[in-house]
């Protein structure tokens, strides 16, 4: 592939006022969230894929990914796009700008960028898209309206968002019902938007944009060779610091070194299957 260098942008000094701070990343950037998020993108990847093709995310595009942690949605978009189109991704952590740097796409790449709202292509866009970043933003339509002047005509919007609420476990098991009360309190105490899955046509509505299209989807799995305990674990081990600071749960309530064995030994007794994370997709032409 040929490197471009489409999107490059500048970054002014100062944040937008109608745009808003976005909140703090709960889950942190330390190592263990590094990895966290690439076992993610494993589980929900093909759900990502399917609504950006939905959306008509295609060659030749020059795609802007907001707040593209380790890469994961960038490198989605990129095998989209080939070798004639671009990807920029820009996240507010180095660690994981560093990390996403390492897998040497040559139609991808990543800046720095200490808050959405400060920051402006010089090029215009054919797409922005996101995962898992407007449930951290104060005032989400600000940010969609913020990127539409840069977007071309016919241009597209594409988040996929959470909805908490709808993860489901049956039977339900006591140990998943209690790592569920523990993700859903941090995240509550640390003021992320847990179900802005639901919100995103309103959203996208208060942004001026067209209401969009939307798909619901979950991965769903059970058994000994599910990867959904570990995918649980590692997020309670990303959010503990926080759960410690909230009071939520302690280190050693949580006993996260072991929390996957004995997720997956009560679940597989149970027969349990459970579907985490419920994701809304939305998208929209402009």
Known sequence: ????????????????????????????????????????????????EQVMKRAGIGHGMNVLDCGCGVGDVSFLA?????????????????????????????????????????????????AVVGRLILMYVQEPAAILSHFVPYIRRGGLVVFHELVLSMSRSVPSCPLLEKCGGWI??????????????????????????????????SPVSAGTDSPMYRHIAETVRSLLPMMERYGVASAEEVMVDNLADRLRAEMTAAGTVCATPVLIGAWTHL
Not at 99 to 123: H, Y
Not at 186 to 198: E, L
């Open 1 to 48: 592939m040929k490197q471009r260098n489409s999107l490059l942008s500048e970054q002014p000094s100062g944040i937008e006022e109608s745009a808003g701070p976005t909140r703090q990343y709960v889950l942190g950037d330390s190592e263990c969230e590094l990895r966290r998020l690439v076992s993610q993108s494993r589980l929900i990847a093909d759900i990502t």
């Open 78 to 126: 990129a095998k989209l796009v080939g070798s004639e189109g671009h990807v920029l991704g820009i996240d507010r952590s180095v660690a994981g700008i560093d990390r996403a740097r390492e897998a040497g796409f040559l139609n991808v790449s990543f800046e720095v960028v200490d808050d959405l709202a400060s920051f402006r292509p010089r090029v215009p866009l054919d």
């Open 184 to 217: 859903h309190d941090t995240f509550v105490q640390a003021g992320a938007d847990i179900d802005m899955g639901w919100k995103l046509f309103a959203t996208f509505q208060r942004a001026g944009l067209p209401g969009p299209e939307m798909l619901l989807a």
